[in-house]
T-cell receptor, first 112, second 114 residues
Framework: KNEVEQSPQNLTAQEGEFITINCSYS?????LHWLQQHPGGGIVSLFM???GKKKHGRLIATINIQEKHSSLHITASHPRDSAVYIC??????????????FGRGTQLTVWP | DAGVIQSPRHEVTEMGQEVTLRCKPI?????LFWYRQTMMRGLELLIY????????DSGMPEDRFSAKMPNASFSTLKIQPSEPRDSAVYFC????????????FGPGTRLTVT
């Protein structure tokens, strides 16, 4: 059983397109992280959210607690957005406090 | 701050050898995490520490793996003896007050066991 499911696994877009990556999670996950991993391998945290919406530049992350679903949107996509995007959930109580459960990642390729 | 520091960045070793990976978390961070990333399984948590104390090591594959955090600024992940299936990228991450804060990842150590 995987606590965090992510889709699609691969995504190809043309520069300028609007992109959406989806993440669903199970009971017990109290907040979602969105991570970005570039071809060089480094991992950067983009967002952490437990409710509502967050925006940073062309990136928008939303979460629906009732539906246990989160989305990452990229507006006006650019080739430099090409990376693997990973959602990860964490619990906020009990013996697993702080532990992250990872989705398998979405490989995004944006063509010029 | 220099961020999370890991060493070595690349390690190539022969099966049966001992491997030690090192991590220096961001100063002031109370949580330290060790992750492994493979093509087959993606990112997996191996173990994490809070204030130098191991909290959850259920992700450690087997007795060949061990991790220590002797002080707030240093942690090691040791594999003895190493096997080809241990080949992966190992990431260390740290977070501030609680594990639910944003995690900052190190650059990773790419381990190849031949």
């Amino acid at each position: 059983k995987n606590e965090v499911e992510q889709s699609p696994q691969n995504l190809t877009a043309q520069e300028g397109e609007f992109i959406t990556i989806n993440c669903s999670y199970s009971v017990g996950i109290s907040a979602l992280h969105w991570l970005q991993q570039h071809p060089g391998g480094g991992i950067v945290s983009l967002f952490m959210l437990s409710s509502g919406k967050k925006k940073h530049g062309r990136l928008i992350a939303t979460i629906n607690i009732q539906e246990k679903h989160s989305s990452l949107h990229i507006t006006a996509s650019h080739p430099r957005d090409s990376a693997v995007y990973i959602c990860a959930g964490h619990t906020d109580r009990g013996s697993t406090l702080g532990r992250l459960y990872f989705g398998r990642g979405t490989q995004l390729t944006v063509w010029p | 701050d220099a961020g999370v520091i890991q060493s070595p960045r690349h390690e190539v070793t022969e099966m049966g050898q001992e491997v030690t990976l090192r991590c220096k978390p961001i100063s002031g961070h109370d949580y330290l995490f060790w992750y492994r990333q493979t093509m087959m399984r993606g990112l997996e948590l191996l173990i994490y520490f809070n204030n130098n104390v191991p909290i959850d090591d259920s992700g450690m594959p087997e007795d060949r793996f061990s991790a220590k955090m002797p002080n707030a600024s240093f942690s090691t992940l040791k594999i003895q003896p190493s096997e080809p299936r241990d080949s992966a990228v190992y990431f260390c991450a740290s977070s501030y007050r609680t594990g639910s804060d944003e995690q900052y990842f190190g650059p990773g150590t790419r381990l190849t066991v031949t």
